[in-house]
C-alpha cells in the first residue's frame, strides 16, 4: 500500500509542471516553411532543371543563321571583282516545329517535376517541425517528471532513515529517479538530433 500512496502523487504533480514548463521564443511551423523561400540553396537547386528546359524551348525556336560568301577575282590588269551573296534556307521541312514541340513538352515535365519536388522538400520541413515539436514536449515533460520524482525520493528516503517507511520502498524511488534521469538524457540527445534537422533547414533558428 505504501507503494500506491507514493505513486499518486506522482502521477497528479507530472503532467501540471510539463504544461506550465513552456518558455523561450517560439518558432511556429508556417515561420519555418516561409524561411525555406524561392532565395533557399534547397529550393534553387530544384529550379535547375527547369531552367535548362526553358533554355532548350527558346533555342528550339530560333532560326538558323544565315551564311554569308564573299569572292575577290583579279584576272590581272588593274581589273578586280568581288562578289558577296547571302544563303539562308528557310524552315519548311517541319523540323523546327517538331523540335519546338518537343522542348515545350519536356518544359511542361521539367515544370510538373519541380512542383512535385517542392511539395516533398515542404513535406520534409513539415516532418522536420514536427519531430523537433515532439521531441522537445517530451523532454519537458520528462524533465517535470524527474523534478517530481526526485523530490519524492528524496522525501522517501527522509522518512526511511526516520524509520517511518521500509527502505524498500526508498530505494523505488531512487530506481525510479535514475529511470528518469536516463530517459531525460534520451530525451535530449533526440531533442539536439531534430533541432540540428530543423537548423539545417532555418540557420537562424533562435
Known amino acids: 500500500m505504501q507503494r500506491a500512496r507514493f505513486a499518486v502523487p506522482v502521477l497528479l504533480l507530472w503532467v501540471p509542471a510539463a504544461l506550465a514548463a513552456q518558455s523561450g521564443p517560439i518558432v511556429t511551423e508556417e515561420e519555418l516553411l516561409a524561411a525555406v523561400a524561392e532565395s533557399h540553396p534547397a529550393v534553387a537547386a530544384l529550379a535547375g532543371e527547369r531552367g535548362v528546359a526553358a533554355a532548350e524551348v527558346l533555342r528550339a525556336g530560333l532560326l538558323s543563321n544565315p551564311a554569308v560568301e564573299a569572292t575577290v577575282e583579279e584576272p590581272g590588269g588593274g581589273l ?17 516545329a517538331l523540335r519546338r514541340e518537343a522542348a515545350e513538352k519536356g518544359l511542361t515535365a521539367a515544370e510538373s517535376r519541380l512542383a512535385a519536388a517542392r511539395l516533398r522538400l515542404r513535406l520534409d520541413v513539415r516532418q522536420a517541425f514536427a519531430e523537433w515539436a515532439f521531441a522537445w514536449e517530451r523532454r519537458e515533460l520528462l524533465a517535470a517528471h524527474l523534478a517530481r520524482v526526485g523530490e519524492l525520493a528524496a522525501r522517501a528516503r527522509a522518512r526511511a532513515e526516520a524509520g517511518e517507511i521500509p527502505g524498500l520502498a526508498a530505494r523505488r524511488f531512487t530506481l525510479e529517479e535514475a529511470q528518469g534521469r536516463a530517459d531525460l538524457g534520451r ?20
Open 187 to 206: 530525451a535530449e540527445a533526440r531533442l539536439a538530433a531534430a533541432r540540428a534537422e530543423v537548423a539545417s533547414w532555418f540557420p537562424a533558428l533562435p
Open 80 to 96: 578586280r571583282e568581288t562578289t558577296a551573296g547571302v544563303t539562308w534556307t528557310p524552315p519548311l521541312d517541319g523540323r523546327r
